[in-house]
């Protein structure tokens, strides 16, 4: 489209542009590109994305508006949009422009990032460009869903596993997911005769940045935890 970043961004201003199969030929450049073409297209969907008023955000305050009355009961709906991305994501925006829906969350697990081989960085820069091109503005909130601890891999080696836990977590943060959903359900221990012995991994691993098989780990840092002692799920939301 252009021969510069800087003129591309220029050219892109133009919601004509936006609409257009130039903003198809940015997402192949950013999912299939070379290692350079790749970065550039994603940097550029991403400020894209901040001129026109498409922008990864957190739903915590939100969540946190309704919960004090401040706003009418909703339903938010949550997609693992993972096949076919951009196409289901552009599908998927749509909808929500012509039902007027107000807040809805595209989310990747774990393990769908691993075997559909889309990184955070990709993901974003898809669910970026599907909005931009359907006309869809507002804040975009992506989330990292069932960061799940692998229960195998945490047997052998706890702390390695909950180092890749982190490690994937800050990908996710930096790249723009702000809404990330820590899953230790696969720690429940139903051979121990208690409820309270069978969650207690669970319960004392708090912190997503020091999540350890010991007690202590309380509190709050970057990101909010609310744990689930019965289901060992914890919903975690960027402070």
């Not at 809805?104 to 990032?113: G, K, Q, Y």
């Not at 909950?162 to 997911?177: M, N, S």
Request: glycine letters at 8%; aromatic letters at 6%.
């Amino acid at each position: 489209m252009a021969n510069t970043p800087e003129a591309t961004l220029r050219g892109f201003q133009s919601p004509a542009a936006r609409h257009s199969a130039a903003m198809d030929d940015l997402v192949r450049q950013a999912v299939f590109g070379a290692s350079d073409e790749r970065e550039q297209a994603r940097w550029l969907i991403w400020e894209i994305g901040q001129q026109a008023g498409v922008r990864p955000a957190s739903i915590h305050e939100l969540y946190l508006a309704r919960g004090r009355g401040e706003v009418p009961p909703f339903t938010t709906p949550a997609m693992n949009i993972r096949v076919l991305s951009y196409d289901s994501a552009r599908a998927v925006f749509r909808a929500a422009k012509r039902l007027d829906v107000g807040a809805l969350i595209c989310e990747i697990a774990r393990s769908e990032i691993g075997y559909t081989e889309q990184r955070p960085a990709e993901y974003v820069a898809v669910m970026t460009a599907a909005a931009l091109r359907e006309g869809f503005t507002g804040p975009l909130f992506i989330q990292g869903d069932h960061v799940q601890v692998n229960a195998k891999k945490y047997a052998v080696d706890a702390e390695t596993e909950l180092q890749a836990i982190r490690t994937l977590i800050e990908e996710e943060l930096h790249a723009g997911f702000y809404n990330i959903d820590v899953d230790t359900s696969t720690l429940v221990d139903l051979s121990q005769p208690t409820l309270d012995a069978q969650q207690r991994v669970n319960y004392e691993c708090r912190r997503p940045d020091q999540i350890h098989p010991g007690p202590g780990a309380r509190g709050r840092d970057r990101v909010r935890g609310r744990g689930d002692r019965r289901g060992g799920r914890q919903e975690l939301r960027r402070a």
